[in-house]
């Protein structure tokens, strides 16, 4: 996901561009803008955690672009291309290096397993919009 900060300062292309150019293939992309329960839901394993109630606010404070990316070893591949939570501690290159402001508002959201990346594809993409 493209997180809303991102969107707000026009970096969905370049990021995308980073992303395709990496090896990724989209199977199924979307503009759209989460509401404070979805953004809850998605977030929902962090529900006890200090800042939660910051995240759902942020998370649903703007556009975002969901996508469906596939490549081997996609997960680990995709979180070395984004970086650390925090963007202080992303190794150069990164695209929470180059776009991110702080560990709240991190430009982009990755899968953390092959599980949680098939829970959060049915998330925002029905059979009908993979390709
Ligand atoms: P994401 O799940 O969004 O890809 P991540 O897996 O790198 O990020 P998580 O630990 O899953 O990090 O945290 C989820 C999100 O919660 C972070 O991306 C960030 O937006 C927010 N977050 C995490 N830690 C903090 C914090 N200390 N203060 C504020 N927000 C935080
Ligand atoms: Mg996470």
Do not use: C
Request: charged content about 25%; glycine content about 8%; proline content about 3%.
């Amino acid at each position: 996901m493209i997180k809303p900060d991102a969107t707000q300062k026009g970096y969905s292309g370049a990021i995308l561009d980073q992303i395709i150019k990496a090896g990724f293939s989209v199977k199924a992309m979307k503009w759209t803008r989460l509401t404070k329960e979805q953004a809850g839901l998605f977030y929902e394993v962090h529900k006890e955690r200090p800042f939660y109630g910051e995240l759902v606010d942020f998370m649903s404070s703007g556009p975002i672009v969901a996508a469906i990316l596939e490549k081997e070893n996609a997960v680990a591949d995709f979180r070395k291309l984004i970086g650390a939570t925090n963007p202080a501690q992303a190794e150069d290159g990164t695209i929470r290096k180059l776009y991110a402001a702080s560990v709240g508002e991190n430009a982009v959201h990755g899968s953390d397993s092959d599980e949680n990346a098939a829970i959060e594809g049915d998330f925002f993409f029905s059979k009908l919009e993979r390709f």
